[in-house]
């Protein structure tokens, strides 16, 4: 039993400190087209898609930055609750991993990950936080 209890305090640690050390500004990432780099951050809702319902499902819109660059959230609605009543011109803070690709890129991992191998994100709208 101790054994695994340290076993836990140390992957919840290494967690932890990944999380840190992984931690990089979404313009930072945006502009050295990094990849599989948390970000945190906000931006206005500037379109609305259609869900992904290819493999699992993802919510997906586009969220317009503050610095003027664009990208697309894809919250997987298999894992955590859709983003309710979500219109354009509305706020979204997020949390999750950033991907680079040849339209500016994504945020996904928006969610808890139910196998605890990374780190859990976050999106919050009108003072809901959908995890």
Known sequence: MRNL???IL???TLLQ???FACATSLDEAY???Q???QVKGHGEVIRILNDDNQGSRHQKFILKLSSGNTILIAHNIDLAPRVNL???GDMVYFYGEFEWNKKG???HWTHRDPNRHHINGW???KGIVYQ
Do not use: A
């Open 5 to 7: 209890l340290i076993s």
């Open 10 to 12: 140390v992957s919840f």
């Open 17 to 19: 400190w990944s999380s």
């Open 31 to 33: 502009k050295t087209k």
């Open 35 to 37: 990849s599989n780099i």
């Open 86 to 88: 979500i219109s354009k």
């Open 105 to 107: 890129g994504v945020v």
């Open 123 to 125: 999106l919050k709208h």
